[in-house]
């Protein structure tokens, strides 16, 4: 295991050094689930907690920063949305707390948002759905990239994990690139490592951690679901793109779909324009998460979930599912030196 383990510091050294945490693993930003207590666990447990931002106004990101600084010594991060109105206070909110990452998602974020969030002194995270965007990520100045396939939960691109992973870790090696989609044991983490990766970000697999503050209905809907449940949002017109969302199957994802029918229908006629039509789309989901993750209504409120849902059997401590992830990829590599089973089942 001595070996394992050495290979194993080995592979995920940058992605350890770029985070300054034990384990080069992200906690996915899920809206309404990471927040100060999931987030102060993952980092407290040696990964890397990534705080979400979400459609916070500035003061409350700040509250819940400090309270999340309160919590942990460990470092973390932001995740703030690039579509939301107040972007650049709230990457100054970030600024004045001395955040050390910032993650800019949901959009290509500007020139210009990379370079201000870059002057507070903080390494920037962006996320690469395809080579051309990493590129243009990469002459735009971030200092790490993650790429995340279609088996992930919320808001997904249309590339599976696997075929991103092929596509862009052989090719980018300026900043550490992260693996995120669909990822719910060690042995994934470690053949991302072994292509490349310098880490891997999982969310789906930390919604069960005993600190996630989720409502027991939600867990339970997690540990009851299977990898076929986790299902992508239709978009209903092709000129009218809405990013699709991955979730649990029930009430609320057939009532987005009427939902975007009635956006489509007021941006016809003119009420209101194709952004705020975008943004009430946004408010739907926020909305409906809260629904389910807060007040436990899984039939209507949104169940968003990656593919790996079917991976989350109980509910435990955020270090426990750290240390299963280690050990699985421990045991995978000890298991080529021909001392152990491949496969633990945890």
């Not at 993952?42 to 916070?56: R, Y």
């Not at 107040?86 to 949901?106: E, K, N, P, S, Y």
């Not at 989720?214 to 867990?219: D, Q, R």
Request: include cysteine; glycine fraction near 10%.
């Amino acid at each position: 295991m001595d070996k394992a383990r050495a290979r194993l510091e080995r592979l995920w050294h940058r992605g350890r050094e770029f985070l300054g945490a034990e384990y080069a693993v992200m906690g996915g930003a899920m809206s309404w689930i990471s927040e100060r207590h999931l987030v102060a666990a993952i980092s407290n447990g040696g990964g890397f907690g990534v705080l979400a931002c979400g459609s916070m106004p500035p003061g409350l990101l700040a509250e819940e920063v400090r309270a999340t600084q309160a919590m942990t010594s460990q470092p973390f991060g932001v995740n703030l949305i690039t579509m939301h109105p107040d972007l650049d206070t709230l990457i100054d909110v970030c600024g004045d707390l001395r955040v050390g990452h910032i993650v800019l998602a949901g959009g290509l974020p500007s020139a210009a948002a990379i370079r201000r969030a870059k002057a507070t002194g903080a390494k920037v995270i962006c996320f690469a759905p395809a080579m051309v965007l990493a590129r243009k990520l990469l002459r735009s100045g971030v200092d790490a990239l993650v790429i995340e396939g279609t088996e992930a939960g919320g808001h997904i691109g249309p590339v599976a994990t696997s075929v991103l992973a092929q596509e862009i870790l052989p090719v980018v090696r300026e900043v550490p690139v992260f693996v995120a989609g669909g990822i719910g044991r060690g042995e994934a983490l470690l053949s991302f490592l072994e292509m490349g990766a310098s880490g891997c970000q999982l969310g789906t697999r930390f919604v069960c951690a005993t600190e996630c503050i989720a409502h027991p209905n939600f867990k339970q809907a997690f540990i009851k679901a299977a990898a076929r449940d986790a299902v992508p949002s239709v978009q209903v017109d092709p000129q009218f793109q809405v990013i699709p969302v991955r979730a649990l199957a029930n009430n609320a994802t057939r009532r987005f779909t009427l939902f975007q029918l009635d956006m489509v229908a007021r941006v016809k006629a003119g009420e209101i324009d194709v952004k705020e039509a975008q943004l009430r789309i946004e408010h739907f989901w926020a909305g409906a998460l809260k629904r389910a993750v807060i007040d436990g209504d899984v039939e209507n409120g949104s169940l968003m979930a990656g593919q790996s849902v079917g991976m989350v059997t109980r509910e435990q401590p955020t270090t426990e599912i750290l240390q299963e992830l280690v050990d699985q990829a421990l045991a995978a590599l000890d298991a080529r030196e021909g001392s152990v089973p491949a496969l633990v089942r945890c």
